[in-house]
């Protein structure tokens, strides 16, 4: 066969070589075109159910406790990693408990009336066909976010007014206050400016207050939290074995509970941590880069956040082989008693850092035992000692709700100085931390990290642990470990 060539003519240059083409919004063909021809379906709010109610009784609670007086707040934005690419969005935790929208850059204005407040909020609505931002805007346009729903639909699902938020700086509801508007620490600078605005620590307390106090709905968001966790620790047990045959190490367990919790609710409630031996005693090590060591604990910290953002906060130490070394379970065993004499401690009426104190005096008791103390129990647990604390330099436990440490810049009169009331949810997480290069500590001791945390619901009578389907004897982790193992 043979081939005879073809001679190419000249390229044909294209209409702007060596030219700056204009951009597509200035382009009318372009724009024209692309406005014509899309079908207009209405997208519909896929709120989690009772949402709206649940918000509304809490903006009844705030206007209880701070009648007469203008309240705004706002979501937020999420930071620009690179041009048009931002780091994921997660709604302001006191802005979702007022609506719990989750969408950036709104914005909850509460107008007092008489009996109350008026509420409205403020939503950026998506960019629609004949709009230049339909195509070119990268964050609200629905070319590159797709079809997202309307204000109508918004105001329908929230049963409140739902206007366009470009219209805030015009807004009545502003311009006509009783005294300084109150505004939350996220609400955008140039609106606080506009409109004379200041972060108000008024607001901010009453906030952390009143969430502090979950109600029913709260709680079956909490509740359901900490089942998808449990079934996430179950599958990552699993995959301990292949984790180690495979070389995958603790980057495979940490992306199996981040799948889960994408899976069954919005995602992980904080950073996971998965600790494997010399790891497990960094407090956070959420680099989780390590490998797992097949005769190590496992220190796994691990929480789902629902689809309403509530999170569980849930810990523990695993043996990767299936059982425990005996110097991981004499470890293991001492922070298994002060775990239970810590939850003994929560109770209505009873101060909230009683739990804390009883949780360190058994810790010390069980170090001083093992002789790692160079001072009495008494001379450690005194305000100017505290030399257990080299072994737990971390706090005990914490609220739990919207946010892992949960209403956190409360005032300490508020939260650590205040007594226990039904409706609390907080976590219990003591536990000893043994790094390798620490020779205080005998060498059969170095490198072992144990923790143990439960989510608990103080109720009239006592306590409930929510997470209670998770052993925490060492025998009954042992054995759950296996159970959950293909192996096993």
Known sequence: MTHTAHQAGPATKPPYAGTRPPRLHQIPAFTDYIAQHWGSEPIPVDLPEGTAPAAAAHRRRLSA???????????????????????????????????????????????????????TVYLPPPFRPGEDGFFGNAMHGELWVGASPGLTEWSRALDVAVRDVAE????????????PVLATAVVPETLRRSHSMEVSAELGRALAQLRMIKDDWEIAQLRHAVDASVGGFAAVAGEIPRAIDEGLGERWLQGTFDRHARTHGNGPGYSTIVGSGPNAPVLHWTRCDGPIRPDGALLLDMGVEARSLYTADVTRTLPASGTFSPAQRQVHDLVEKSHRIAMSHVRPGVNYLDFHFAAMEVLAEGLHDWGLLPVSVDEALSPAGQQHRRYIVCGVGHHLGLDVHDCSKAEWEDYMGADLQPGVVMTVEPGLYFHTNDLSVPPELRGIGVRLEDDLLVTDTGAEVLSEALPIDAAGIEQWTRRHMPSA
Do not use: K
């Open 65 to 119: 406790a701070l009648p007469g007086r203008t309240i705004v707040a706002a979501a937020g934005t999420a930071p620009i990693r690179n041009d048009d690419c931002a780091y994921g969005f997660r709604a302001d935790s006191d802005f979702v408990w007022l609506t719990g929208v989750q969408v950036e850059g709104a914005v909850v204005v509460m107008t007092p009336v008489s009996g109350g407040h008026e509420t």
């Open 168 to 179: 805030l700086d015009t807004s009545a509801g502003l311009s006509s206050t009783n005294g």
